[in-house]
């Protein structure tokens, strides 16, 4: 993919709020601070864009993004960060379900998972919560950069069967790789 523009568009919370038109979405899903702003940047070769948005305040909206004028990268708030007060963690959980249940647009749901670690409980929950509604969706496993080769074998292979899938691409934002195979399954996504 060849990206001739990077727009920010908005950040958002409520439905009414969310861009109207039908252009398609890809979303992208974690934990918090495992890796999705620098992730997009990566995969769209620029430095701080995704996080230019996502100053402290505004890290609970989702941050719509326009790439090439022709679809659109979806930051939603990432989950599971324990010092976040309650009523806000509520308040992005219902955002960030209300986007995927409800988003017509919305082609490709993108969950990040840390190469390192086992997927947490709400990893689980996310993912069994995309299977069950069919929405398409792909497991990423990155900062793979910070594993060893056989280490990271066995990570993958681990977060592959919990998550009772088979494929689980392997990602590093510094490194870049997975980037071609990533953008792969994006295009794939918004042919269909
Ligand atoms: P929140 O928006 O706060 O939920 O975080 P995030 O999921 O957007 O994570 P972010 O991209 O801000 O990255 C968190 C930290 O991990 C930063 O210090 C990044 O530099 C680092 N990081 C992200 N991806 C990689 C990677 O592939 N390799 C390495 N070595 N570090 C990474
Ligand atoms: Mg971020």
Known sequence: ???TSTEFLKSALKEA???HDSTPEVAFLGRSNVGKSSLMNSLLGVRGL???SSTPGRTQL????LINGRFRFVDL?????AKAPKAIKAEWSQAAEDYLAK???????IHIVDSRHEPSKQDLQLHEWLVHHHKPHLIVATKSD???NNELRQNTERIARIFRTDRVLIYSATKKRGREELWGAIEKSLKS
């Open 1 to 3: 993919m060849k990206i």
């Open 103 to 109: 988003r017509e647009q919305l082609v490709l749901s």
């Open 17 to 19: 709020d969310w861009p």
């Open 146 to 148: 910070k594993l060893s």
């Open 62 to 65: 989702l941050n719509f993004f």
């Open 77 to 81: 708030p990432g989950y599971g960060y």
């Open 50 to 52: 995704a996080r230019a």
